[in-house]
């Protein structure tokens, strides 16, 4: 018999992990996908999940049985190991949102040559994007030998173009200046290219002392300064777009800029301060939730999601070659690595130039 390895979370205290062990099925029902996860990205975009997990239903992606309990979704490749869909065949090859584990059994539904579902009934009422596996021979841009970093990458660039096009769909909100905290975050420089390669903001990277150098060096923004420089920072109309939910931060760019700061936006929360957006209110613009899933289901209506699809391919074609450049993929194989691996992004440890992605085999 198989055996599926999962990395679970309290969701009350994220540092406290621990591995379950369950017997695949020998024979499946019908409509059922066996998908065999071989590695999956561990990021910070991860631990937003944890942090926003009962308000934007991320715990609900792949239930436990336990409340106590949640597994968190992260981006890899698939193979699909075994499947009673006519549809999908074994063998297949698929990207997407899985548990953090060795499988992920589902009920396979909406399927057309580029794609296949999640359709249980547990995904009932949730954007619809991240029940979506996409088929890799169907990709144009595809590449084998791009698997981990496309894991890396891609889900968050996607969040990344989706905020600046929806930056671009409001007029920058009369902005000249683009402030993007946690600037040597893959999301944050996600963001800062794209800014760049529209050209209509400056792109102002914050971040810590210590990360200063490396995000003055990937030459995506015009600007980087330190959190205790934002005093100092000229007072131009600018959008904040907020990718770790830090209270202290946040109180100091809205302190500065007050009404210059035209729009304020919540993407991440990766802080341990609490949870986002809490506390009183700040000075200016109150933060917004930025949604990805909701911009891009405006576009697709607009431009149709093939149109949609090939204009973010395009993009994130120039994003991963950027990456050659600085970003070092590291393994961590194992369920002991695993739970090392994701302490050391949930406790900040993880370095800038460096991509983790996890195997809990330990073959």
């Known amino acids: 018999m198989s ?13 406290q992990l621990r591995v379950v ?3 695949l099925p020998e024979k499946l029902e019908k409509g059922q996908v066996l998908l065999e996860v071989d590695r999956f990205a561990l990021t910070a975009n991860n631990i937003s999940y944890c942090h926003v997990g009962d308000l934007l239903g991320y715990w609900r992606f792949f239930p436990t049985g336990d409340e106590a309990w949640g597994r968190v979704p992260a981006m890899g490749y698939a193979t699909v190991a075994d499947s009673a869909h006519p549809e999908v065949s074994a063998g297949e090859r698929v990207w997407g949102f899985f548990p953090m584990s060795t499988h992920l059994l589902i009920n396979a539904g909406k399927t057309n040559e ?17 029940a979506q596996f996409q088929r890799a ?15 890396l990458l891609r889900g ?11 930056l671009f769909d409001n007029d920058f909100y009369g902005a000249r200046d683009c402030l993007i905290t946690s600037a040597s975050s893959k999301t944050s420089i996600a963001l800062a290219q794209a800014v760049q390669a529209r050209g209509a903001l400056r792109s102002v990277g914050l971040t810590s002392g210590r990360n200063k150098a490396f995000c003055e060096a990937l030459g995506c923004y015009d600007v980087v300064a330190t959190y205790d420089d934002i005093a100092s920072l000229p007072k131009n109309p600018a959008v904040s777009v907020d990718m770790a939910g830090d209270r202290a931060v946040n109180k100091a760019l809205h302190s500065h800029y007050s009404d210059e700061l035209r729009y304020a936006c919540l993407v991440g929360a990766t802080h341990q301060d ?3 957006g809490a506390g009183e209110p700040l000075p200016g613009p109150q933060p917004e939730l930025f949604f990805a899933p909701t ?12 149109e949609m699809e090939k204009r973010i391919a395009e993009s994130f074609v120039n994003f991963r070659r950027f990456a050659d450049s600085w970003l070092k993929i590291r393994h961590f194989d194992g369920e002991a690595a695993a739970q090392e691996a994701f302490l050391n992004v949930l406790q900040g440890k993880a370095s800038p130039d460096e991509g983790y992605t996890v195997s809990l085999r330990g073959d």
């Open 3 to 15: 055996r599926q390895l999962t990395l679970e979370t309290r969701r009350d205290a994220f540092d």
């Open 21 to 23: 062990e369950a017997v």
């Open 114 to 130: 580029y794609n296949f579902c999640d359709v249980s009934e547990h995904r009932e009422g949730l954007a619809p994007i991240y």
């Open 137 to 151: 021979a169907k990709n144009p841009i595809y590449e084998t030998s791009r698997e981990e970093q496309d894991s």
């Open 156 to 166: 968050l660039y996607l969040t990344s173009w989706l905020c600046e096009d929806s």
């Open 274 to 276: 609490g949870p986002m």
């Open 295 to 306: 911009q891009a289901a405006k576009r697709s209506k607009e431009w149709g999601p093939a």
